[in-house]
């Protein structure tokens, strides 16, 4: 198995240590002046959409089999340091794991839609404003980008019931790495497999 350690390190943002894991997930005074500003509008539900930092946002809407362990396990390696914790983690993506993106769909109507494992599900309950179809397109992404280091390359299915905004966002983002990546499409009744474009294909 490859150095956890480096792997691990090389998903966060830079001059992340384990001091500062929880303590950076917001930064205070920016988000004080968005609650404050929010605070005039009618649709409070929206401060739970108004964060600044991408992870604070994956770690309060991420659920699923691996999803809802996922930042508690990174929590404790951070606290600890022991390599074990992420390597014993790391096992369970070793067949591949399933992504499901859902924006604004019934959690027991996305399950029979899929009618697999969910072990990866960021779940936003919501219709999402323009503003913040970027956000869950870059919490997507950072989601892809932590399982891929955890899982040494493993393959992962995306299944996406989102705005097709936030699709061709990720698409954009996705498209200059390198990522195992397979999208997964729902038509009659059941998800395909998209084939992939080839570089000779463009």
Do not use: C
Not at 108 to 121: A, C, N, V
């Amino acid at each position: 198995m490859q150095d956890v350690v480096r792997i691990i390190i090389g998903i966060l943002p830079d001059r992340l240590n384990v001091a500062s894991l929880l303590n950076r997930l917001v930064k205070k005074k920016k988000l004080e002046r968005q609650l404050k500003k929010l605070s005039k509008k009618k649709d409070i539900d929206l401060k739970e959409f108004i964060v600044s930092d991408i992870d604070e946002f994956l770690d309060t809407y991420i659920d699923g089999t691996l999803g809802d362990k996922l930042f508690s396990i990174l929590r404790k390696y951070y606290e600890t340091n022991d390599p074990r914790i992420i390597e014993e983690f790391s096992k369970a993506h070793q067949e591949g794991v399933n992504v499901i993106v859902g924006v604004a769909r019934r959690l027991d109507e996305l399950k029979i839609m899929l009618g697999k494992e969910m072990h990866y599900y960021l779940h936003i309950p919501k219709t999402l404003s323009i503003e913040e179809m970027k956000i869950v397109a870059l919490a997507t992404y950072r989601l892809i980008k932590i399982i891929n280091a955890i899982g040494g390359g493993v393959e992962i299915r995306l299944y996406l019931a989102t705005p097709l905004a936030v699709s061709f966002l990720l698409g954009q983002m996705l498209g200059v790495k390198k990522y195992n990546v397979v999208f997964m499409q729902y038509q009659d009744g059941k998800y395909y497999e998209v084939p992939q474009i080839r570089p000779d294909e463009l």
